[in-house]
């Protein structure tokens, strides 16, 4: 599969609703410096404290149930240009910030110019 995950709601620096609302709970450091200080692994590290079964979003507060597949302002183009690509929304999202994550299986994935 192709992967295109989108930048949800919250500034760059935080802080982000869906963080705020679960993320938060089982990692009470700085995100920024540890995605610093670990780079791409970062996301496996937090991934590893976060549950392994589905979250029932009720028990989110309101602010990380609205921000859920929310993408930022300053990305909202992006989702016409995946949609145009023929990535869709594939009912994932972003561990920190709760953006949407689009897919394409690369059997669709066709050339462009």
């Known amino acids: 599969r192709l992967i295109g995950e989108l ?18 709970h089982f990692y009470a450091g700085d995100v920024l410096a540890a995605a610093r200080r670990f780079g791409p692994a970062w996301r496996g590290h937090v991934a590893a404290l976060l549950p392994r079964q589905p979250v029932v979003w009720a028990f989110l ?10 993408v930022a302002p300053h990305a909202r183009v992006l989702v016409q240009v995946l949609w145009q690509a023929g990535l869709r929304y594939g009912h994932h999202i972003g561990i920190v910030d709760g953006g949407p994550v689009f897919e394409l299986p ?3 994935l066709q050339a462009t110019r």
């Not at 930048?7 to 938060?24: D, E, I, S, V, Y």
Request: aromatic share 10%; proline share 10%.
């Open 106 to 108: 690369l059997d669709q």
């Open 61 to 70: 507060d309101e602010a990380a149930q609205a921000a859920i597949a929310q």
């Open 7 to 24: 930048p949800g709601r919250g500034g760059a620096t935080g802080p982000w609703p869906f963080w705020q609302g679960l993320g938060r």
